[in-house]
T-cell receptor, first 113, second 112 residues
Framework: NAGVTQTPKFRILKIGQSMTLQCTQD?????MYWYRQDPGMGLKLIYY???????DKGEVPNGYNVSRSTTEDFPLRLELAAPSQTSVYFC????????????FGPGTRLTVL | QKEVEQDPGPLSVPEGAIVSLNCTYS??????FMWYRQYSRKGPELLMY????GNKEDGRFTAQVDKSSKYISLFIRDSQPSDSATYLC????????????FGQGTTLQVKP
């Protein structure tokens, strides 16, 4: 039982490039989330999903896109990367809503230069 | 004004000390309160969960909610070096929702 896995662990992008951050969970959880964490700023919700085929915006969705075609996978797409997207990205999942225990992945450290 | 305020610290205490970590919030609709612990370069993990007002104890940890003051606390008794981490408060107004509001996190260092 691997829990929540994220790839890649680290990535450096040039301004204007695109990439997809992968997230997979093997706990059969309905809810999945993408957060970003900037130094000293806590976690900000980017997007979340309540089940396959259903996604919704969080606090800071601009510059990102998501899809949820299966229960297990919830990729985050960055189009036209900007320096402001330099951050650590965490994927999480929970059985029910956000107040249920959220299980986090190890994070992806992204730098945009 | 941020919805959830948390002093980022860092907070440094000697081993065995009692630690008090706090968050204030502005949204009186918040009913669900959580504390997550995050070790360096790791994802957060749930430490304590409290619904509405009152206290909840789990081993050396006590979570306290005062809704009248819009103030929540996490107390750590007999602190250990292994408690050194960042502690994030989080809260929500409704249960089955996708959105949780996190504080900035307080970095705690417990010195042996």
């Amino acid at each position: 039982n691997a829990g929540v896995t994220q790839t890649p662990k680290f990535r450096i992008l040039k301004i204007g490039q695109s990439m997809t951050l992968q997230c997979t969970q093997d706990m059969n959880h309905n809810y999945m989330y993408w957060y970003r964490q900037d130094p000293g700023m806590g976690l900000k919700l980017i997007y979340y999903s309540v089940g396959a085929g259903i996604t919704d915006k969080g606090e800071v969705p601009n510059g990102y896109n998501v899809s949820r075609s299966t229960t297990e996978d919830f990729p985050l797409r960055l189009e036209l990367a900007a320096p402001s997207q330099t951050s650590v990205y965490f994927c999480a999942s929970s059985r029910q809503g956000s107040t249920d225990t959220q299980y986090f992945g190890p994070g992806t450290r992204l730098t945009v230069l | 004004q941020k919805e959830v305020e948390q002093d980022p610290g860092p907070l440094s205490v000697p081993e065995g000390a009692i630690v008090s970590l706090n968050c204030t919030y502005s949204n009186s609709a918040f009913q669900y309160f959580m504390w997550y612990r995050q070790y360096s370069r790791k994802g957060p993990e749930l430490l304590m969960y409290t619904y509405s007002s009152g206290n909840k104890e789990d081993g050396r940890f006590t979570a306290q909610v005062d809704k009248s003051s819009k103030y929540i606390s996490l107390f750590i008794r007999d602190s250990q070096p292994s408690d050194s981490a960042t502690y994030l408060c989080a809260m929500s107004a409704t249960r089955n929702t996708g959105k949780l509001i996190f504080g900035q996190g307080t970095t705690l260092q417990v010195k042996p």
